[in-house]
Structures are given as C-alpha cells and as structure tokens.
C-alpha cells in the first residue's frame, strides 16, 4: 500500500489511523509548497488535486474518511465497526464534514495555512464568522461527549480520528477551546496515542 500524504489537516487522520493499526504502508510526501499535487501524475490518482490518496493493490482511494474506513476494514479492526455502531460512526463522520470541520478548518487555514504558505493575511470576517460557528457546533460536541471516553460506545473509532483532528492545532489555529472541558479530556485521552501525537513520515521542508 501506498500513502500519498503532506503534513496538513486531513492527511493527518489518514496517516494516524494507518499508523495506529501498524499496517504496512509505504508513506509518499507531497510537496503542497512545490504544486506536486497539481501534476498530471497526482491528478490522474486523483482528479481533486488533494490529498490524502492510497494506492492498494490496484485500487486508488481518495478522500481522508473513505481511507480510514477502508485501512480499519483492511486490517479487520473495530475502528469502522460492523454492527450497529456503523450508523453512529456514520453520523459523527457526516456531523465533522458538513457541521464541525467547516468551521475549524477555517481557523486552521487563516491562522497556519495562509502564513505558511504565503497566502496573505488572515481575514478578520472569515475568522469572526469561523469562530461563531465552532462555538455554536463545539457545545454540540461538548454536550455529547459528557461521560463519554469516546464518540461512540465505549472504544476508538475513525470517528474519533475524524472530529478530533484540529485539535492539536487549537494554540496556532486559535480555537476558542477554553469553555470546553469535556472537549479538551477527549483531547487529552487520545494524546495517549503515539500514532495521534506523531502521525507524520518525515516530510521534506516547505
């Protein structure tokens, strides 16, 4: 198997999650900074020009969800469970991409990804509007996760990997995380994972 990856957000679940269930996975950086992922040869793995991508066994897969799932099913772990936690998981994963990413991923790319890349400045009305709305989904969360270890039922999920990625950027992407405490716990129960805290390869400077 191959993962074709770059040190940003939505590759980091990918990475953690194929880390985390030490399957046998070659890691491919992708320069961002250099355009790799806009060549013919990246576009022809996948049209989005994004990554993260996995390369197995003749079949190419894109989008970050999609690959936990399929490393979890692959590797015969309850991470994509098969009873009726499935729908739950499903709905977390749909909830992060349509309600909660949204808004988190804006702030990680005013306040990391603009500087990073060059980009210009932050944009004061994205990062007002960006911040309502992970306040308003963040006590969605914060609510459900009340006595929970994890999202749903009692053990590790890609549901998990998924809600949870901009969370170890919250200093740098300025999430308004301070009147979340059962957030920040969920957070701090998953840095107990080595694959969470160092998902990356060594990726080549941008």
Request: proline fraction near 0%; charged fraction near 25%; hydrophobic fraction near 55%.
């Given at each position: 198997m191959k993962l074709y990856f770059s040190d940003t957000l939505n590759p980091r679940k990918a990475c953690a999650v194929a880390k985390y269930l030490n399957l046998p996975v070659k890691f491919v950086g992708i320069d961002l900074g250099k355009g790799e992922h806009l060549t013919p040869e990246f576009r022809a793995m996948n049209p989005n020009a994004k990554v993260p991508v996995l390369v197995d066994a003749g079949k190419t897969l894109w989008e970050s969800n999609a690959i936990m799932c399929y490393l979890a099913e692959k590797a015969g772990s309850d991470l994509w469970p098969r009873d009726e936690r499935?729908?739950?998981?499903?709905?977390?994963?749909?909830?992060?991409?349509?309600e909660f990413a949204p808004q988190a991923g804006t702030l990680y790319f005013e306040h990391i990804i603009k500087p990073r890349f060059g980009m210009g400045e932050p944009d004061p009305a994205e990062i007002q509007k960006a911040t309502q709305g992970f306040l308003r989904y963040a006590a969605v969360l914060e609510a459900h996760l009340h006595g929970r270890r994890y999202l749903v039922g009692e053990a590790l999920s890609v549901a998990d990997f998924a809600v949870a990625i901009t969370l170890p950027y919250a200093k740098e992407a300025r999430l308004p995380l301070d009147d979340f405490p059962e957030i920040r716990r969920w957070h701090a129960g998953l840095n107990a994972l080595e694959a969470w805290r160092e998902p990356f390869p060594t990726m080549p400077a941008v």
């Open positions: 499935q729908i739950e998981v499903m709905r977390w994963l749909m909830w992060d991409t349509t």
